[in-house]
């Protein structure tokens, strides 16, 4: 078979190569600011520019992806003859080029950069062209023959549970089950005889995507060194270097990853991609810079999204509403690779305990592989699933005991510093405020049950992390880290391994050191998302940056402003505690005209300590959930958010409008309420989204073409989502009750108010037509066949019917805190071996 890297264009040794012989007409790129070796003694040096004279590059290549048509199959043979010889291709790379595999968590190492021999859904990729322009390196993904063995295709979880044979994977708890989960905590069939009554209910969310308006895209270069430097639009510098590292068998000291400022992520540039590795590998092999932009329809490809959820809710109450028990059930569709489908298995039960107080509760879960687009981190990572089905079920249970849902919710709220039936520990939790403060704003007792045919409200609540409080791989480091340098010009310059992602991390790092040392932002220069630069921060998930990061920049800053107090107070001659930072000056508080500028302060403090440069770090508190599992859940404090949404219901088409919302979010103080209020709007427009129209549909071919499992709609044409035309009038409160554990008192704001938001939009319709969906999306389609139902007598309602037998492990039993319990579980069920190490050994050689 011929062999991609044999039949590369030969490459000289020099660090600055000739044109290459390779039909593309020796292009070369005349540069300015060329680093190090490439800037020779005929370079001009002019302040901080150097500019040279004749100093040539290869000019940048690009590269495509050469994907399956095929959801599930085995690669018996790839041909790339045909692509090498195309003019003005440089490269050809297949999974024998990359065969190491890698992933986000430490026990889902099962992707690769191009497919080896096995493809799990269709736009996996095989091959990878390299050429002069991005439509040569595409036209030669054509000319690329690839033959297949096709297998069997799974295409939903119930299917997976089902066919234990072909296996996706080699590893997971059984046949396609990748994972399941038993945790039970109190006797929960004890809290359930206690009971007045006892609610099942069945639920169903949609798969959906986080469909930011930028794709991903990512630029490799390798430099005089022979180190690698790759640019992407990552949420995770730091796990991107990790992948790197791996993958190309390169120390991680020679990989340099810069974060770009992105264009939206929603968790969905939360894991290494398989282009960021082919794009590292291609400079590497060819010594030129190479670029790769995914399609639209390539992203959905990558997708990571929500996962499908189907869940089972049994709960017990007393007559007044107090919760007695909860057991739960989650059947989990995760696409065809792990992802970080363990942690987001544990999710979609982790959080139930956070809003209202459950002594005891049972929790099951089960994520299975499918042949589709894998599914991971969207925002609320795993938590929105089980949100609406409480919710909704909360709902019916207030009906059934005729109270009134907002009182109900107020008589079991959790309270703050609690530790919960599943060790989680709360800070801060101002839900009953924020329940109070959407039910007077939106006039809830006027209308709930009040208005005309067709109109209603409902209400929902959530919680959700302020950072995850363990790392993806456990260590005893800190989860983030900042670096700031002070000049003799007065400006401040932060380091700090955080990434923007267009929320307004980097203003609110260069806030909080302003806050602290007295200067304005415009004095403070910021580079972060650098593996280069600055220390590690773990990355732009599960809304951490705030916290962690703005923890480690008071530290920082703290102790810069140390430093300055002590060089100005031997100055003055007053006590440093007299000093005060303010207005970009340093004075005496007795005496605000005895002071000096704050230029001056550090002039004097470099005179007395030398060079100022500060860290600090940030590592969350001891979780006191000791059990295995316990990893998933816990955080330094939580946010909570309340809704009430409005909303019109046409009996005759089904069709829903949302005309006004009204939320309110526990924030624990707003650093920069513009960017606060922001995060929580854009929360309500993904939310209704998801709750009326978007979904990660598939469907089947017809049978005389492949019979494949194929994407739906991978565009943004068919995939529906709301324009700023479907906003509805939102009124935003932000509830201010600092949270000693958070920089300035403050909690996250960036994921938790989307939670509410589907469950409400539910309860709403119920209260304008009188019917229950339990699932989302919430069509016209589904609620003109559930009105149809009501019409005929039977139940009013349309979703899921069933929930399948699963053969769950042996629960591990942990007792409560209120039981005595200390954390651990009182059995131990030991974990299924996986032959992970083997087969990697075996790829190595």
């Not at 305990?353 to 592989?369: E, M």
């Not at 924030?667 to 606060?676: D, K, S």
Request: charged content about 25%; hydrophobic content about 35%; aromatic content about 6%.
């Amino acid at each position: 078979m011929p062999r991609s890297v044999s039949q590369m264009p030969k490459q000289t040794d020099s660090p600055n190569p000739p044109a290459r012989e390779s039909g593309v007409n020796g292009d070369k790129l005349r540069i300015i600011g060329v680093s190090r070796r490439r800037v020779d003694a005929r370079a001009k040096v002019t302040g901080q520019t150097r500019f040279a004279d004749d100093i040539s590059l290869p000019r940048m290549a690009h590269c495509k992806l050469l994907r399956s048509p095929h959801p599930h199959a085995r690669i018996r043979n790839i041909d790339v003859s045909r692509a090498v010889a195309h003019s003005g291709v440089y490269l050809v790379l297949t999974g024998k080029d990359l065969p190491i595999e890698y992933g986000i968590l430490p026990v889902s190492q099962d992707e690769q950069a191009l497919c080896l021999d096995h493809v799990r859904h269709v736009g996996d990729p095989v091959a990878a062209v390299i050429a002069r322009e991005e439509l040569t390196a595409f036209e030669a993904c054509d000319l690329i023959d690839v033959q297949y063995e096709i297998l069997a295709t799974i295409s939903d979880s119930e299917e997976a549970l089902a066919t234990p044979e072909p296996r996706i994977h080699d590893y997971g708890d059984e046949g396609n089950i990748h994972k399941r989960v038993s945790l039970e905590f109190g006797d929960v069939e004890k809290g359930f005889a206690e009971a007045d009554a006892i609610f099942e209910d069945i639920f169903f969310y949609q798969g959906s995507t986080h469909l930011p308006i930028e794709q991903h895209a990512a630029i490799a270069v390798k430099d005089p060194e022979g180190k690698l430097t790759i640019w992407s639009s990552t949420q995770t510098p730091h796990y991107l270097h990790r992948a790197l590292s791996k993958v190309l068998e390169m120390p991680a000291a020679h990989i340099r990853v810069i974060a770009t400022p992105n264009g939206g992520g929603f968790g969905g540039k939360s894991d290494p991609f398989n282009h960021e590795l082919v794009v590292a590998k291609a400079a590497l092999m060819l010594d030129r810079p190479v670029k790769i932009c995914l399609t639209r329809e390539e992203v959905f490809y990558c997708h990571r999204g929500r996962h499908p959820v189907l869940m089972k809710f049994k709960t017990g109450v007393k007559k007044d509403g107090t919760v007695t028990g909860m057991h739960l059930q989650t059947l989990i569709d995760g696409g065809a690779y792990g992802s970080y489908g363990v942690a987001s298995t544990f999710y979609t039960g982790a959080l139930q305990t956070t809003t209202y107080h459950i002594p005891r509760y049972r929790f099951q879960g089960c994520r299975t592989f499918t042949n589709k687009p894998p599914c991971g981190p969207k925002r609320g990572h795993g938590t929105p699933q089980p949100r609406f089905g409480q919710e909704v079920q909360l709902d019916k249970i207030a009906e059934k005991l005729k109270i009134d849902p907002a009182e109900l919710r107020l008589r079991i709220v959790e309270s703050s510093n609690a530790v919960t039936a599943n060790f989680l520990r709360l800070g801060t939790v101002g839900l009953g405020e924020c329940i109070r403060r959407v039910v007077k704003s939106s006039g809830w007792h006027e209308k709930f049950r009040k208005l005309p045919e067709g109109r209603g409200v409902g209400l929902a609540c959530s919680a959700y992390l302020t950072g995850a409080g363990l790392p993806i791989y456990w260590n005893k480091m800190p989860h983030s880290g900042v670096q700031l340098k002070l000049d003799r010009g007065g400006g401040i310059t932060v380091f700090c391994g955080a990434t923007e992602i267009g929320q307004g991390s980097d203003d609110v790092l260069a806030a909080i050191v302003a806050e602290v040392l007295g200067v304005t932002t415009f004095d403070i220069r910021m580079y972060t998302g650098d593996t280069d630069l600055g220390p590690v921060d773990l990355g732009s998930y599960s809304s951490r940056v705030t916290l962690m990061a703005g923890n480690a920049a008071i530290q920082a800053a703290e102790r810069a402003k140390a430093m300055l107090a002590e060089a100005v107070a031997l100055r003055l001659e007053v006590p440093k505690e007299r000093l005060r930072f303010a207005d970009n000056r340093v004075f005496d508080v007795t005496a605000a005209e005895k002071g000096v500028t704050f230029q001056e302060a550090v002039c004097l403090a470099e005179a007395r300590f030398g060079t100022i440069g500060t860290v600090g770090s940030y590592t969350p508190p001891k979780s006191p959930a000791l059990y295995k599992g316990g990893g998933v859940g816990p955080s330094p404090t939580y946010s909570y958010s309340a809704a009430v949404i409005e909303v019109e219901v046409n009996s005759v088409t089904g069709w829903i409008t949302v005309p006004k919302v009204w939320i309110a979010h526990d924030i624990g103080r707003a650093l920069n309420p513009a960017l606060a209020r922001g995060q929580v709007e854009g929360s309500v427009y993904m939310g209704l989204g998801e709750a009326l129209m978007e979904e990660q549909e598939f469907r089947r071919l017809p049978k005389k073409l492949s019979h494949a499992l194929v994407h739906k709609f991978p565009s943004i044409l068919e995939y529906k989502s709301p324009t700023s035309l479907d906003m509805p009038d939102v009124v935003t409160e932000l509830i201010e009750e600092p949270d000693p554990r958070g920089p300035f008192g403050a909690k996250e704001v960036g994921q938790g108010p989307l939670l509410p938001i589907m469950p409400a939009v539910a309860n709403a319709v119920y209260d304008a037509v009188g019917v229950r969906i339990d699932e989302v999306p919430i069509t016209p389609e589904k609620i003109m066949k559930a009105l149809a139902e009501k019409k005929a007598g039977r139940t009013a309602r349309f979703g899921p019917d069933h929930f399948p037998q699963i053969n769950w492990p042996e629960a591990l039993r942990v007792p409560p805190p209120w039981e005595g319990g200390d954390g651990n579980a009182v059995n131990d069920v030991p974990r299924p071996t996986k032959p992970r190490a083997e087969k990697e050994k075996a790829l190595r050689s």
